[in-house]
């Protein structure tokens, strides 16, 4: 009685209410980090605020609002906006085919109001709360059952079909992991998980000779032998690993990054600005924003284990493991452990559509936090 006396009590929280049980903690280390990026991009402009530094600052000032003002709706509202939320950023990125602008050699975005928009990073949260809300009060057996499990993987494959024409096969990778994680989390059998595997890897030859481009393939083979054109293809990554061993132990010092400062580092204010930080600040210093990271990673993870509702708890580990795919890729990538995909640094990389993006995924996360004691019922569509 005195949970449900409790639950009853979140649902008429004030705004004011909310607010006070917010995790302001994690709000602090996701400003931390944020604020550790337009340092960065304070420094590889050359200590100068323009063009990326006082840009990026003012984007996370608005992602902040947009984290605040998503974490004060219930969650249940969230639940009802879910098949809506995915069916826009689906339009979007038909959008993005029909009328894209291109850019960087890849037709990625579209301009709304001015701001260029770029849906890929909108999808990959949509697709977070579309499959929460289908994977909502399903038992395990009714997961890895045929027709549930297939309208769950074309939830998953439409939009990753879209991206990957753009071509953008870093955010389709991490698409494709956001929405397969949910999957396992939900309960889907091994069954079902052991031939997909297997049914992955032989299509790998049929990717490489079909589906990949001339470029895409080429990033593979720089991969795998980068000094084999060290100043061609093999340029971005070469130099990244010099700005990332040249760094040390304790780096070079504030304002002092060569490779950056010289334009020897490609990117260096978006995909690679992770080695900026490794080149000026060392080994430390990158531990310490991995160590951020870190914690960042487990109160979502906190947060998932406190919600009662399995689309609560489902949502808050979708969006944490959509943040730990960022970042996985992106380390992994500028240190050379896989080929180089147009993967930003989340918080870090200058980029106002991911950190909009991340940031309203951080928002949904607080708002499970805050309605962590509601209750949905197994067959519910939101509001109750």
């Given at each position: 009685?005195?949970?449900?006396?409790?639950?009853?009590a979140k649902r008429t929280l004030s705004v004011v209410d909310k607010l006070q049980e917010m995790n302001w903690g994690l709000v602090l280390l996701i400003t931390l980090v944020a604020g550790a990026g337009v340092v960065m991009l304070y420094?590889?402009?050359?200590?100068?605020?323009?063009?990326?530094?006082?840009?990026?600052?003012?984007?996370?000032?608005?992602?902040?609002?947009?984290?605040?003002?998503?974490?004060?709706?219930?969650?249940?509202?969230?639940?009802?906006?879910?098949?809506?939320?995915?069916?826009?950023?689906?339009?979007?990125?038909?959008?993005?085919?029909?009328?894209?602008?291109?850019?960087?050699?890849?037709?990625?975005?579209?301009?709304?109001?001015?701001?260029?928009?770029?849906?890929?990073?909108?999808?990959?949260?949509?697709?977070?709360?579309?499959?929460?809300?289908?994977?909502?009060?399903?038992?395990?057996?009714?997961?890895?059952?045929?027709?549930?499990?297939m309208l769950a993987l074309s939830m998953i494959a439409v939009p990753a079909i879209f991206v990957v024409l753009q071509p953008n096969l870093g955010t389709t990778l991490i698409i494709v992991a956001d929405g397969c994680a949910l999957l396992?989390?939900?309960?889907?059998?091994?069954?079902?998980?052991?031939?997909?595997?297997?049914?992955?890897?032989?299509?790998?030859?049929?990717?490489?000779?079909?589906?990949?481009?001339?470029?895409?393939?080429?990033?593979?083979?720089?991969?795998?032998?980068?000094?084999?054109?060290?100043?061609?293809?093999?340029?971005?990554?070469?130099?990244?690993?010099?700005?990332?061993?040249?760094?040390?132990?304790?780096g070079k010092g504030f304002l002092e990054g060569t490779q950056s400062r010289l334009n020897f580092l490609p990117e260096k204010q978006t995909d690679f600005i992770w080695t900026a930080i490794c080149e000026e600040f060392g080994f430390v210093?990158?531990?310490?924003?991995?160590?951020?990271?870190?914690?960042?990673?487990?109160?979502?993870?906190?947060?998932?284990?406190?919600?009662?509702?399995?689309?609560?708890?489902?949502?808050?580990?979708?969006?944490?493991?959509?943040?730990?795919?960022?970042?996985?890729?992106?380390?992994?990538?500028?240190?050379?452990?896989?080929?180089?995909?147009?993967?930003?640094?989340?918080?870090?990389?200058?980029?106002?559509?991911?950190?909009?993006?991340?940031?309203?995924?951080?928002?949904?996360?607080?708002?499970?936090?805050?309605?962590?004691?509601?209750?949905?019922?197994?067959?519910?569509?939101?509001?109750?």
């Amino acid at each position: 009685m005195a949970l449900r006396a409790y639950a009853a009590a979140k649902r008429t929280l004030s705004v004011v209410d909310k607010l006070q049980e917010m995790n302001w903690g994690l709000v602090l280390l996701i400003t931390l980090v944020a604020g550790a990026g337009v340092v960065m991009l304070y420094s590889v402009a050359g200590g100068q605020m323009q063009p990326w530094a006082l840009s990026q600052l003012l984007k996370f000032l608005m992602g902040l609002f947009v984290l605040v003002a998503v974490a004060t709706i219930d969650i249940r509202i969230w639940m009802s906006l879910a098949y809506p939320a995915y069916g826009v950023a689906l339009l979007l990125l038909v959008a993005v085919v029909a009328m894209g602008h291109v850019g960087m050699g890849a037709q990625r975005w579209v301009s709304l109001g001015g701001f260029d928009l770029q849906p890929s990073e909108l999808m990959k949260i949509s697709l977070v709360l579309a499959l929460a809300r289908f994977l909502h009060g399903k038992s395990v057996e009714d997961v890895s059952k045929p027709l549930n499990l297939m309208l769950a993987l074309s939830m998953i494959a439409v939009p990753a079909i879209f991206v990957v024409l753009q071509p953008n096969l870093g955010t389709t990778l991490i698409i494709v992991a956001d929405g397969c994680a949910l999957l396992f989390l939900a309960g889907l059998s091994w069954w079902w998980i052991g031939p997909a595997l297997g049914a992955v890897a032989a299509a790998i030859p049929l990717t490489w000779e079909f589906l990949l481009h001339d470029y895409q393939r080429h990033r593979v083979e720089t991969f795998l032998d980068p000094g084999s054109d060290a100043l061609g293809k093999g340029w971005n990554i070469t130099q990244a690993k010099i700005a990332i061993g040249s760094g040390g132990l304790t780096g070079k010092g504030f304002l002092e990054g060569t490779q950056s400062r010289l334009n020897f580092l490609p990117e260096k204010q978006t995909d690679f600005i992770w080695t900026a930080i490794c080149e000026e600040f060392g080994f430390v210093g990158a531990l310490a924003i991995l160590i951020l990271f870190g914690m960042i990673l487990f109160y979502g993870l906190q947060t998932a284990m406190s919600a009662r509702s399995q689309f609560a708890r489902l949502l808050a580990m979708g969006v944490t493991l959509n943040f730990f795919f960022y970042i996985m890729i992106n380390g992994a990538m500028v240190m050379g452990l896989i080929p180089v995909v147009g993967i930003p640094m989340p918080l870090l990389s200058y980029g106002g559509s991911a950190m909009l993006t991340v940031m309203f995924g951080f928002g949904l996360l607080m708002s499970v936090h805050i309605h962590r004691q509601v209750e949905i019922p197994r067959h519910s569509g939101g509001i109750i």
